[in-house]
T-cell receptor, first 114, second 115 residues
């Protein structure tokens, strides 16, 4: 079965410090992986996606993620947090098995302190 | 233009009312989705339309009735809802379905409150 685990429900950082949001996945097939961000009372915005090309994926707003098959991880990083990064982040896996659906992690809330 | 629009932004309805949520995209996407999102939870898939045909119904109660009038529009008709149906309803679209590599683009959502 396919699944995704976000290891931290809540991450707090100071503005200007690095961000690390952790995600592990489980899949019997080659997955596509996504990170989405959701600001309060807003829809989800795609940050980046991995689809078996380069293992280091660059996204919008300075975020990037590295696909590590040996560790079944897809952690999201940013070198320097900005106040506007405060939001909910979802790691998502998509696997083409019978029905093609997105499987969402439970989310990580990122707080950024001044 | 990678925008999915949803109307209304907010909706308050009684349990005997009939209302509709609307979603529109002009990206030429052939798959459209309805999700329900409760507070502090990830979105839950409700329905998938592919090429204007219903492909997936995630055992959603019949008080929710989806409709896809054309490739750009998706409606969700609501009737006799319960207070526990109060949530953020998100619409999304993707280039095709199935297609695990196709990202989904989400609208801003409709905040529904059932009184």
């Amino acid at each position: 079965a396919q699944s995704v685990t976000q290891l931290d429900s809540h991450v707090s950082v100071s503005e200007g410090t690095p961000v690390l949001l952790r995600c592990n996945y489980s899949s019997s097939y080659s997955p596509s992986l996504f990170w989405y961000v959701q600001h309060p009372n807003k829809g989800l915005q795609l940050l980046l996606k991995y689809t078996s090309a380069a293992t280091l994926v660059k996204g919008i707003n300075g975020f990037e993620a590295e696909f590590k098959k040996s560790e079944t991880s897809f952690h999201l990083t940013k070198p320097s947090a900005h106040m506007s990064d405060a939001a909910e982040y979802f790691c998502v896996v998509s696997v083409l098995v019978n029905t093609d659906k997105l499987i969402f992690g439970t989310g990580t809330r990122l707080q950024v302190f001044p | 233009d990678t925008e999915v629009t949803q109307t209304p932004k907010h909706l308050v309805m009684g349990m005997t009312n009939k209302k509709s949520l609307k979603c529109e995209q002009h990206m030429g996407h052939r798959a459209m989705y309805w999700y329900k999102q409760k507070a502090k939870k990830p979105p839950e898939l409700m329905f998938v339309y592919s090429y204007e045909k219903l492909s997936i119904n995630e055992s959603v109660p019949s008080r929710f009735s989806p409709e896809c009038p054309n490739s750009s529009l998706l409606n969700l008709h609501l009737h006799a809802l319960q207070p526990e149906d109060s949530a953020l309803y998100l619409c999304a679209s993707s280039q095709d379905f199935p297609g695990s590599s196709y990202e989904q683009y989400f609208g801003p959502g409709t905040r529904l409150t059932v009184t």
